[in-house]
């Protein structure tokens, strides 16, 4: 049994050559997806032999599952990555081992993933091991239809592997900061939306997505403003993030509480009325009572001459 590897790219000029370089070393069958990158990955993919597409962007839900609905792949699995996502040597030996015993009654395998931050690998603060569906036999999941935090769907049965695939992050601050800013849009529309988007439902008891669904919802029901405190105090203290180094702080502080807070504080200005200008309300513009203007007189300075003031005649 073998299987097709997808990858989704866009201006991944530094990273895509590890990532295709590891997925070849698991399959003979990789396909790329661009979205019109303007950094010289189009070129790069042209050089490497791969079979590559283009295809404008419209979000991550509607990418992918173009991607399974119209790639012709050569094998009945496939196994989808994104550009910075690089397997670790031993995810390669461990799908090579299973390409040869390759269990029965299995739809679908949840593998970790391992973010990789400043050159860093953060294995504290809850944040490894974090299953993701990525390897499924085709027909048997698709993306759910959010903005934003979207999660492949298994119709099926599902296990777990052991190794991990490395995230590895290597867009600048200034650019990660950036992407986060409208991603943070994206997720204060898909909670405005409620549950009408999420095709995950929330189960503790569940399979790791459904698990990590359960977990987010629970933080949601926390009060805004506040949750993102309480959040980086958990992954930071009491999930051992300051084990992480520098990367994990400065991990901790943008991911768990500048985004957090950020999407809270467009959720506060999303629930402000939007109304046309009006004047001051009558309170704020309230004449002085002639008692308040006796006070405020004793600490009246007079000004000189020539300051507004009319001289002595």
């Not at 461990?94 to 400043?118: H, M, Q, S």
Request: glycine content about 6%.
């Amino acid at each position: 049994m073998s299987f097709s590897v997808v990858i989704l790219t866009f201006n991944s000029v530094d990273v895509i050559a590890d990532t295709i370089a590891r997925a070849a070393l698991v399959s003979d069958d990789i396909h790329v997806v661009d979205s019109f990158s303007t950094d010289g990955t189009a070129e790069l993919l042209r050089s490497m032999g791969v079979n590559w597409s283009q295809r404008a962007f419209v979000n991550y839900a509607d990418q992918r599952n173009w991607a399974i609905d119209r790639l012709e792949l050569k094998y009945l699995w496939q196994f989808h990555l994104d550009a910075d996502e690089i397997l670790s040597l031993d995810l390669v030996d461990e799908l090579n081992a299973l390409k040869i015993n390759w269990p029965p009654n299995v739809d679908g395998f949840f593998i970790r993933r391992l973010t990789r931050f400043l050159g860093r690998d953060l294995f504290h603060g809850g944040y490894y091991p974090n299953y993701h569906m990525r390897l499924f036999r085709s027909g048997c999941a698709r993306v759910e239809d959010r903005r934003y935090d979207q999660h492949f769907v298994l119709s099926g049965r599902g296990r777990r592997l052991k190794a991990p695939f490395v995230d590895d992050h290597r867009a600048t601050l200034t650019e990660w900061v950036a992407r986060h800013n409208k991603w943070s849009n994206f997720e204060v529309d898909d909670l405005a939306a409620g549950d009408s988007t999420a095709s995950i439902r929330p189960n503790l008891s569940g399979n790791p997505v459904e698990k990590a669904r359960y977990r987010k919802n629970a933080y949601y029901k926390a009060p805004y403003l506040i949750r993102p405190f309480l959040l980086f105090f958990y992954k930071y203290v009491v999930r051992l993030g300051f084990l992480d180094g520098i990367p994990g702080l400065i991990y901790c502080v943008l991911q768990c509480f500048w985004y957090r807070f950020l999407v809270d504080a467009k959720l506060y200005e999303h629930r402000l009325p939007h109304t046309a200008f009006t004047e001051p309300s009558r309170l704020s513009r309230k004449a002085l009572s002639p008692a308040e203007i006796s006070i405020l007189a004793r600490f009246a300075v007079p000004l000189p001459v020539g300051h507004g003031s009319r001289a002595p005649v």
